[in-house]
């Protein structure tokens, strides 16, 4: 074999690697992307089914109930205009309040949320933009469904 079959032999090697390598980091990620959904959208459909996405909105006062075991917890999360049950088995980060945001990571089943993680705002002015964004929209969807005008955005 010539040397510059050689060479072109070893780039070829080295190019298969790169791409198996580039292909298992990308199929990583994906398995991994958890995405963000407002309780309007999964109750539209738009939540992925048998897949772990994020649930974020505010939770509905007076909604928050405890079971027997101290560690099971059912709520609801709501976007201003549609509000889904949330169960979770586990403790409550410190910040977790009625009438505060959240976001739940989990999946649907059977209509009800169950989350395997709950995150809790840090401070009182903090929300985040993609829960801000939605409890606006959210705002807006209930005032078009209450005065049965079109809303402009």
């Given amino acids: 074999m010539k040397t510059r079959h050689k060479r072109m032999a070893f780039i070829l090697v080295g190019l298969a690697g790169l791409a198996v390598a580039a292909t298992l980091v990308l199929n990583a990620l994906n398995s991994n992307l958890a995405l ?3 309780p309007t959208e999964v109750l539209a459909g738009n939540a992925p089914k048998d897949k772990t996405f994020r649930l974020g909105g505010m939770v509905v006062e007076d909604s928050l109930e405890r079971e027997d075991d101290g560690l099971t917890v059912h709520f609801k999360v709501t976007d201003s205009a549609n509000t889904i049950p949330v169960v979770f088995t586990g403790i409550l980060p410190d910040l977790f309040e009625e009438g505060q945001g959240v976001v739940a990571q989990g ?19 903090y929300m985040p933009k993609e829960v801000a964004e939605m409890m606006e929209e959210g705002e807006k969807l209930k005032q078009q469904q209450q005065t049965g005008a079109p809303v402009i955005q």
């Avoid at 999946?107 to 002015?125: I, P, Q, S, Y």
């Fill in 36 to 38: 963000y959904i407002s």
């Fill in 107 to 125: 999946r649907m089943r059977d209509g009800v949320f169950t989350a395997t993680e709950v995150l809790a705002k840090h401070d009182e002015n």
